[in-house]
Antibody, heavy 119, light 107 residues
Framework: EVQLVQSGAQVKKPGESLKISCRGS????????IDWVRQMPGKGLESMGS????????RYSPSFQGQVTISADKSISTAYLEWSSLKASDTAIYFC????????????WGQGTLVTVSS | DIQMTQSPSTLSASVGDRVTITCRAS??????LAWYQQKPGKAPNLLIY???KLKSGVPSRFSGSGSGTEFTLTISSLQPDDFATYYC?????????FGQGTKVEIK
């Protein structure tokens, strides 16, 4: 059974750094793109970026380029989303998702990680 | 960038109603469109991909159609479990944009 398990909720202060994770199981982690998707409180879904764990090729939506870093460690089947300096506007739920076999839709989703940034 | 526009933003319907949600792309995306259902506090769930292919395990009352720039998601007979928010997503280009969502509410 394919599963994506994300790290737990985080409460941080503005300016702090953070790295959240998404661990895949039940499939060959290296072979499928992983997306990160943001959902701000009461709002819709936004694509942030993607990574191919096999070679760590990563892509970013223009809105998120330079704001976050996406990485992966295929040896432990885990993808990461990282901030070097959080802002209050980063408060959101962050989902990871795995692409389908035959297209870049998201076939499997993690449960989401709530990140709260508040002074 | 390809923009996705859903309509309506909110839809009030009763159990048993036939419901249709529309998604329009700012340029042709062939059939590279997915539909997701999201319930409060939960991750989205894939319903349909490649515009009309039903994901295994998804009830057959859900169907998708369209190609190019105009797409529809239809629920043939709305059930209590279907009250949720629905999103379309194009994947013609990488990092596919989502529509803004359609919330299906109880009438």
């Amino acid at each position: 059974e394919v599963q994506l398990v994300q790290s737990g909720a985080q409460v941080k202060k503005p300016g702090e750094s953070l790295k959240i994770s998404c661990r895949g199981s039940g499939y060959t982690f290296s072979n499928y793109w992983i997306d990160w998707v943001r959902q701000m409180p009461g709002k819709g879904l936004e694509s942030m970026g993607s990574i191919y764990p096999g070679d760590s090729d990563s892509r970013y939506s223009p809105s998120f380029q330079g704001q976050v870093t996406i990485s992966a460690d295929k040896s432990i089947s885990t993808a990461y989303l990282e901030w070097s300096s959080l802002k209050a506007s980063d408060t959101a739920i962050y989902f990871c998702g795995r692409h389908g076999i035959d297209g870049d839709y998201i076939n499997y989703w993690g449960q989401g990680t709530l990140v709260t940034v508040s002074s | 960038d390809i923009q996705m526009t859903q309509s309506p933003s909110t839809l009030s319907a009763s159990v048993g109603d036939r419901v249709t949600i529309t998604c329009r792309a700012s340029q042709s995306i062939s059939s590279w469109l997915a539909w997701y259902q999201q319930k409060p506090g939960k991750a989205p769930n894939l319903l349909i991909y490649k515009a009309s292919k039903l994901k295994s395990g998804v009830p057959s009352r859900f169907s998708g159609s369209g190609s190019g720039t105009e797409f529809t998601l239809t629920i043939s007979s709305l059930q209590p479990d279907d009250f949720a928010t629905y999103y379309c997503q194009q994947y013609n280009s990488y990092l596919g944009a989502f529509g803004q969502g359609t919330k299906v509410e109880i009438k």
